[in-house]
Structures are given as C-alpha cells and as structure tokens.
C-alpha cells in the first residue's frame, strides 16, 4: 500500500514551497499528492459573497495548484481537496487519513522575539501524522539530517523518521542533545551532577547511534552533546541542514493537542525544513 502526503494550499507563496517539497519527497518515494485548500471562516472576507462564488474561487485556486504541482513531478499522482473551517484544525483531520502533513511559511531564520504565527504549532501540536513546516529557501546548500535527542517514545520516533530519510537520500544523520552549561555558582555546586548527566547523555546517544546502524547499515550517524539550550542548538543546525526531525510527546486529544517547549520554540524561530513526529498513541498521555 503507497503512502499519501497532504499539502496544505491557499494560493500563497509558502504553498508553493510546501508543494515543491512535497512533490520531490513524493516522486522519491512513490507516494500520491493530495492538495488541500481551506476555505476559512473570516466573515468579513465572505460577508459580500455567495456560496457558489466562494466555492467557484477555492476550486480554482486548488486546481491551480494542483496543475503547478504536477509540472514539478508528472509521474506522482495528485488529487485535491476543497473543505470549509478553520484551516489548521482542517488539517488536523486530514492527517487521520494521511501518512505526512506539509505547510510552508514565509518566515527563515532565527529572528528573536518575531514568530510566523501559530499555525503551524496548532497543527504540529494536534496532527495524528509527521508534519514537515517549510520555509523558503536561503539559496545556500543543505546537508545532513539533525534529529533531536530525548529518552522518549517521541525522540525514537523521531530517529527511526530521520534515519528513513537518511537512507533515502544519502545523508548523513546527526543525532543532537542539548542542554544549558549551569553558570555562575550553579556550576561549581553541581559539577559532578552535571558530568554525570553529560555522560548518561552521551551512553543514550551511542546506543540509539548503534540501533540505527543495525538497523539501516547504509547510514553514517554520529551523536553529539551540544552544551546551549536545546530549541537554540536545533534552529542553529537548521540553518545549514537538509532536515530536522523533532519528537512531540504531549497529550492529545480530539483536535488538540500540546507541543513540547523544544518543539515550539524550534517552529516559532524557522531555519530550515523541520518535521514534527509523534509518539504512537499508547504512548502519549
């Protein structure tokens, strides 16, 4: 059975980006396209219109897309999608149906203090599938893929993710924990503590390194202990990465659901293509 990847669409330029990544991801992997276009809720935008012209323009807008998205990759199967709400809470449900989620956006680079919004932390939150949030390219060259590291469900998730893909394209696969230096009288206080968690880190990244190697032979993996906050170390890796993968262990319940303080602050400060992965069911709250 082939694998879907649904594209989030609403004629803009960052839907564009998403496709374009979308449709190469596919065409290597044998997957089929769904084009989603979602017709909002915005009163003020539909106040003066009917149904039939909203519906006339969404239908345009997605075959458009879908049209573009075939030029990028004829061979890979494209469908589309016209639905009716609230956009990311649209995709939400969608992704109960699909294997990834892709959305663009406009924002690159890690820009203190100025954040895309919170869509896409919406859906990276609340999705039952991996999704991948796109920026637009800075023209430079992209290598390697930077998972990072938790003793969670969601981390292993995350690392059988970012090693697929590793095998897939050939990169090489960094596996990345992180956490702040304790400064000033902290650090002399909890030295031995902090070299002893420094060390159980790096045991956890060399077994996970070596379950990889089993398991996909082809895969260069290395392990690095990174000593800054771990969103910070994360979005620094992503400006020059080909993909960052991030594990979510929150709970999730019908349509919501929470975004780890890693994952958020990661999505709020967009480098690079970074793919939120979850947990299986049973092993989030």
């Known amino acids: 059975m082939g694998t879907t990847i ?69 061979s890979v199967p494209v469908t589309t999608l016209v639905l009716r709400g609230n956009p990311m809470r649209e995709l939400i449900s969608v992704s109960k149906t699909v294997d990834l989620v892709v959305v663009g956006t406009h924002k690159t680079g890690f820009i203190r203090g100025r954040i ?44 059988h993710f970012g090693a697929i893909e590793a095998a897939r394209t050939g990169e090489t696969l960094r596996l990345v924990s992180a956490w702040p230096q304790a400064e000033g009288d902290h650090a002399h206080t909890h030295r031995d503590n902090d070299e002893r968690v420094a060390s159980e880190v790096r045991d956890m990244l060399d077994r996970e390194a070596a379950s990889v190697r089993e398991q996909f032979p082809t895969v260069e993996v290395h392990g690095r202990v990174i000593r800054l906050p771990a969103a910070e170390a994360l979005v620094d890796a992503s400006a020059s990465s080909a993909l960052v993968v991030l594990g979510n262990s929150g709970p999730l319940s019908e349509g919501q659901g929470l975004l780890g303080s890693v994952a958020h602050d990661v999505l709020l400060n967009l480098a690079g293509p970074t793919v939120v992965v979850h947990a299986a069911d049973s092993a989030r709250g």
């Open 116 to 159: 895309f919004g919170s869509r896409s932390i919406v859906l990276a939150a609340g999705s039952r599938t991996p999704v991948a949030v796109i920026p637009e390219s800075s023209g430079r060259r992209r290598h390697g893929i930077i998972v990072g590291v938790d003793d969670s469900p969601a981390g292993r998730e995350a690392i």
């Open 6 to 74: 649904a594209v989030g669409v609403d004629g803009s330029t960052p839907g564009r980006i998403a496709l374009r990544w979308a449709m190469r991801h596919a065409e290597d992997t044998s997957a089929e396209v769904v084009v989603v276009y979602v017709v909002g809720t915005d009163l003020a935008a539909i106040a003066s219109r009917s149904d039939e012209e909203i519906q006339a323009d969404a239908e345009r807008i997605v075959a458009a897309e879908a049209q573009f998205a075939q030029t990028l990759a004829p």
